[in-house]
């Protein structure tokens, strides 16, 4: 058995009834729930401090083998396991915290309660989400200089679309300039003069906004000069109450026009 695990009575554990085998609810269990959140709220200053992404996690991760000593913690980070994981235990849970980032769960207890199960790993996306937020929104000195970079090019700018770890700044000539910075990163810096947030891979600067309309299947697109930038449905209401003038005349998309554009495109593919 991998060392670091405790052994602990299963039926205590579980909340199990022993006359009837049926499961209880086990008081002691839900107060370590409780004390495992105050603990994590309590050491989120000082974990935020740390620079280091893989530490942040170390620290998070020995926060949790004290609270539930009969549970382990495994981070995989970028494809990368940042500790040993236990050879005579199976992880019960995997919780995805992000596309890079996930936390195994193992137990020495042969069947974990469901509820346990469930609190526990809501209190490792927690912890999981915090680190990820504050990383988006740190700034290295690289991201200083592709951010001064980007703020000589934002007189020009018409709209900025994310692309994985970079984001694409467009001006209404069509040209385009790739920064490695994230949307989150420019929306701190940009938002809400002069950049709008739209959905959530696009920023558009309002000047340039010509018109907005509704499609057949009620979403809304605004109009850049001959591009369309969707718009979210979480930042509809937002940006009606700051852009009224947009929606005045808002309209479903005439019946059958969706067609005929596709005609056309066919016609000009043919003749190409």
Known sequence: MEAGFVAVDKNKENGMNEASGEPTVNP??????????????????????????????????????????????VWCWRGKFLSPEPREVR????????NILSG???????????????????????AAEIVIAANRSRVSRADFAALAE???????????????????????????????????????LFSPDPLVRVHRSYMV?????????????????????????????????????????????VEREPQGAQWLRRIQCDGETEDS
Request: with cysteine; charged share 20%; hydrophobic share 35%.
């Open 104 to 126: 195994y769960l193992y137990s020495l207890i042969e069947k974990p309660q469901s509820e346990r199960l469930h609190a526990i790993s809501c209190w490792v996306s927690s």
């Open 205 to 249: 600067n309002p000047v340039h906004v010509r018109g907005l309309h509704k499609k057949r299947n009620g979403r809304l697109r605004l109009k850049l000069g001959q591009t369309e930038i969707p718009v979210g449905e979480c930042y509809g209401d937002r940006l009606r109450a700051a852009f009224p003038h947009w929606f005045e005349s």
């Open 150 to 188: 980007l703020r000589e090019h934002m007189g020009e700018c018409a709209y900025i679309k994310a692309a994985n770890q970079y984001v694409e700044l467009f001006t209404p000539l069509g040209r385009n300039h790739l920064f490695r910075l994230n949307l989150h990163q420019v929306e701190s």
């Open 28 to 73: 002691v269990g839900m107060a370590k729930d409780w004390t495992g959140c105050q603990r994590l709220m309590t050491a989120v200053p000082g974990i935020l401090r740390i620079e280091n992404t893989s530490e942040q996690l170390e620290s998070i991760r020995q926060l949790f083998n004290e609270v539930w000593p009969q549970w382990q913690l």
């Open 91 to 98: 992880p019960v849970r995997k919780v995805t915290c992000s």
